[in-house]
């Protein structure tokens, strides 16, 4: 069936560091692909998406690429902020199923 | 309201009672699915609403679980003689679109804990 792996975290950097939390997945077809971020106290806010193959997905400084040859989506900042500590889940969706979650990856930055 | 609410944001259950928790999706969102997140995992699909048809509740672990949406807006998912594998958040989304690909908005979660 359809999954998503993650790194497990927690992922500790300091601020201006750069940030790849890598993420996989296994399905059939062209599943959409997500990451969402959850902030302490928040719910889940999706930060970004790609729809298809070679798709770049970006926001608030974060991109992930959706790359079908390694069947992976990895997200990557080039200068984390404190404000960024959170906790970010890699997610997928294919049509006729509901979104399928990684576990989930903390990130902890420090000033 | 601005975002997706649920109530409550905690509940404390002894074992073998009844809970409900409440959604109230963005307004006029069509699509309405929860989840069921537990500790140190993602989020794991229950089920989803389509206005007031229950159009999928293949994630639903067992018949004590059950969820309505008789109105097609606010919803409850009901736990029936909760057990101690019920502890979890159960978060509830809301998207405007009538398929599940579009930008889901999720809610805070109520976190049940069952002693």
């Known amino acids: 069936g359809n999954s998503v792996t993650q790194m497990e975290g927690p992922v500790t950097l300091s601020e201006e560091a750069f940030l790849t939390i890598n993420c996989t997945y296994t399905?059939?077809?062209?599943?959409?692909l997500f990451w969402y971020v959850q902030y302490p106290g928040e719910g889940l806010q999706l930060l970004l998406k790609a729809t298809k193959a070679d798709d770049k997905g970006s926001n608030k400084g974060f991109e992930a690429t959706y790359r079908k040859e390694t069947t992976s989506f990895h997200l990557e900042k080039g200068s984390v902020q404190v404000s960024d500590s959170a906790v970010y889940f890699c997610a997928l969706d294919q049509a006729g199923t509901a979104l399928i979650f990684g576990k989930g990856t903390t990130l902890s930055v420090s000033s | 309201g601005a975002g997706v609410s649920q109530s409550p944001r905690y509940k404390v259950a002894k074992r073998g009672q009844d809970v409900a928790l409440r959604c109230d999706p963005i307004s006029g969102h069509v699509s309405l699915f929860w989840y069921q997140q537990a500790l140190g995992q993602g989020p794991e699909f229950l089920t989803y609403f389509q206005n007031e048809a229950q159009l999928d509740k293949s994630g639903l672990p067992s018949d004590r679980f059950f969820a309505e949406r008789p109105e097609g807006s606010v919803s409850t998912l009901k736990i029936q003689r909760t057990q101690q594998e019920d502890s979890a958040v159960y978060l509830c989304?809301?998207?405007?679109?009538?398929?599940?690909?579009?930008?889901?908005?999720f809610g805070q979660g109520t976190r049940l804990t069952v002693v």
């Open positions: 399905a059939t077809g062209y599943p959409s």
């Open positions: 989304a809301s998207s405007q679109g009538r398929t599940r690909v579009t930008e889901a908005f």
